[in-house]
T-cell receptor
Framework: EAGVTQFPSHSVIEKGQTVTLRCDPI?????LYWYRRVMGKEIKFLLH????????ESGMPNNRFLAERTGGTYSTLKVQPAELEDSGVYFC????????????FGEGSWLTVV | AQSVTQLGSHVSVSEGALVLLRCNYS??????LFWYVQYPNQGLQLLLK??????LVKGINGFEAEFKKSETSFHLTKPSAHMSDAAEYFC????????????FGSGTRLQVQP
């Protein structure tokens, strides 16, 4: 069974450009999460989808970040325009609804804004 | 609100020695607790989780953790360190039901000396 897959694995863009990160959750997982870790700090929650609906987007830093989950399957996270402080690792994770169910993480998309 | 504190951003042990990584949590409801590991250039992998069953939880690769409510702790231990255990370890808490997103600690980087 495939795990959570993320694309691209690495991206280097210039300040002001746009980047779109994609996440494919484990098949059948209705919960999809985005997290990020910047500059060696804590891994921070960004938002949570249940199927195609945003359940919690309290962690989104500002309106330069836009997340979508088309048809409740894969998700995209767009940063537009990118700023230097957006550099870091963006993790996607998924789980099946239910108390205590494991949240599985992808390998992350490493974003560098120069 | 929930939070996690990991004491010691870097821990160094000798091969064969006891590994002890400390985690204290704060949660307004009974918590679910997790330890994740990140090996170099890889994603986050679940080591073990506590979901209100047995307080001593055994995980993969010989790791275990004990939930102590009175101390609000969930320390990770392994009796004998291997070189392959060198990685960064993250403690995380969720409220289980309701907001299921994880709140992470700042991570502890484990170094194993030969």
């Amino acid at each position: 069974e495939a795990g959570v897959t993320q694309f691209p694995s690495h991206s280097v863009i210039e300040k002001g450009q746009t980047v779109t990160l994609r996440c494919d959750p484990i098949s059948g997982h209705d919960n999809l999460y985005w997290y990020r870790r910047v500059m060696g700090k804590e891994i921070k929650f960004l938002l949570h989808f249940v199927k195609e609906s945003k359940q919690d987007e309290s962690g989104m830093p500002n309106n330069r970040f836009l997340a979508e989950r088309t048809g409740g399957t894969y998700s995209t996270l767009k940063v537009q325009p990118a700023e230097l402080e957006d550099s870091g690792v963006y993790f996607c994770a998924s789980s099946i609804s239910g108390s205590g169910n494991t949240i599985y993480f992808g390998e992350g998309s490493w974003l560098t804004v120069v | 609100a929930q939070s996690v504190t990991q004491l010691g951003s870097h821990v160094s042990v000798s091969e064969g020695a006891l590994v002890l990584l400390r985690c204290n949590y704060s949660s307004s409801v009974p918590p679910y607790l997790f330890w994740y590991v990140q090996y170099p250039n890889q994603g986050l992998q679940l080591l073990l989780k506590y979901t209100s069953a047995a307080t001593l939880v055994k995980g993969i690769n010989g790791f275990e953790a004990e939930f102590k409510k009175s101390e609000t702790s969930f320390h990770l231990t392994k009796p004998s360190a291997h070189m392959s255990d060198a990685a960064e370890y993250f403690c995380a808490v969720s409220e289980g039901t309701g907001r299921r997103a994880l709140t992470f600690g700042s991570g502890t980087r484990l170094q194993v000396q030969p």
